[in-house]
């Protein structure tokens, strides 16, 4: 309880200082009270969702993720507004205090707020405010196609030109609008690759989330099959279960919905895929995350079937495990293929020019290809959406890589 009233008494805080903005910019009184009302309604909703609007089970349900990103919206807003507010507050004040000490009147008084540099506050802040919105509204479904051709001396001869399909995090209990997902899933066929590779979370929390969708995701085809892997949040960690059988189940009954779906799903194993004479091996490794993530992955385990010298492609969910044990490991992973990180779901990316994302302050390795050591690795931004139910400058996307065989002269 002491943590809500804290949190509203800051949020209420924020509101009136830049009620101060509002009324330096305009004199018209609807414009305040529309501002207070909005900014009150998003708390109250915030509130409700988190509170006595709980589902049961579901901590990161569709109007909770709603209630959070219009609170993030106008927290940001109000924040930026804020930061020129009190510079000029400063500003002010030491203008106050020369006038009481050296001035003739020997008063203290605060010069009147600038409304140009009011004008600005609000005016920058209002970027990210609609860029908040748009990522809600439009960009969280707005899917791009990425392609990659990664070339290898020792690629088997078979596969020059193999291409693989790639996707991750598809978080299905985030997903409110099926014509959306139905256009992307249509959008991965048109590829045409010859594998369709999902590196782990295929839900929020529970397997039911999948059921509305899974009908859709069977479409998913490719003429050598559809693997996958399981991500941190499959395994129901995050949500308070009755007993630990029920966890279980929902773990088994994800296990095999994703067979139902036609994925064959790699639990600390391997695959072979087969071209005439020429293999690739396939490595599906459990989630494997740094610091207190879920540490199920044996990749000792899952290469047991393989040789040192087979090219082999591996599946680990959270980029830190190719940094942390992969990349040192005896056996030469080729290319990893991991996701995790969504690219925070908010950055700035221009190619050939500028590639930032406040998430590679946690990961080194955070979105799109890498090389260490003569192995790569690919970290997909995410099919899906978590937390904040948008994206911004970070799409979400559909990896295309081409594997081509290196000639050595």
């Known amino acids: 309880m002491l943590r809500w009233i804290i949190f509203i008494a800051f949020y209420l805080a924020l509101g009136i200082y830049v009620l101060q903005a509002l009324k330096t910019v305009t004199r018209y009184p609807w414009v305040y009270f529309a501002y207070m009302g909005i900014s009150l309604i998003v708390l109250l909703n915030f509130i409700y969702q988190f509170t006595w609007g709980e589902e049961t089970g579901r901590v990161l349900s569709v109007a909770k993720s709603y209630a959070f990103g219009f609170l993030l919206t106008m927290i940001t807003f109000k924040l930026i507004t804020i930061i020129f507010l009190f510079s000029e507050d400063i500003f002010r004040f030491l203008s106050g205090a020369y006038h009481r000490f050296f ?7 605060l010069p009147e707020r600038r409304r140009f540099l009011s004008m600005i506050a609000m005016g920058i802040a209002a970027i990210p405010f609609g860029a908040l919105l748009y990522g809600m509204y439009r960009g969280k479904y707005n899917f791009k196609v990425l392609n990659y051709n990664l070339e290898f001396e020792d690629l088997p001869d078979a ?4 291409q693989i399909t790639q996707i991750s995090d598809v978080h299905s209990g985030s997903f409110d609008n099926r014509e959306k997902i139905e256009y992307a899933i249509d959008l991965i066929n048109e590829q045409q690759s010859d594998v369709i590779l999902f590196t782990g979370d295929m839900v929020n929390n529970k397997a039911e989330e999948m059921y509305p969708w899974k009908e859709t995701f069977s479409r998913l085809d490719a003429k050598d099959g559809k693997y996958s892997i399981l991500g941190n949040h499959d395994y129901g960690d995050y949500v308070t279960w009755d007993t630990e059988e029920l966890k279980s189940e929902n773990l088994e009954n994800l296990k095999d919905l994703q067979k139902e779906i036609g994925f064959d799903l790699l639990l600390n194993e391997s695959r072979y895929l087969q071209k005439g004479e020429d293999k690739i091996a396939l490595v599906g490794v459990e989630n494997w995350g740094r610091g207190g993530f879920k540490k199920a992955g044996d990749l000792s385990k899952a290469a047991e079937s393989i040789a040192k010298d087979d090219f082999k492609i591996l599946m680990s969910h959270d980029p830190s495990h190719w940094e942390d044990k992969v990349i040192e490991d005896d056996y030469h992973y080729h290319l990893t293929l991991s996701g995790h990180t969504h690219g925070m779901q908010f950055g700035i990316e221009i190619p050939g020019w500028i590639k930032w994302s406040p998430v590679k302050w946690r990961y080194k390795y955070w979105a799109g290809i ?20 948008g994206r911004v400058g970070i799409w979400p996307e559909i990896t295309v890589i081409t594997l081509k065989k290196r000639s050595l002269t």
């Open 103 to 109: 001035g003739g009147t020997k008063e203290f008084s």
């Open 370 to 389: 890498y090389k260490e050591m003569g192995q790569y690795i690919n970290v997909n931004r995410g099919f899906g959406f978590l937390g904040y139910p």
């Open 159 to 162: 596969f020059d030109g193999y």
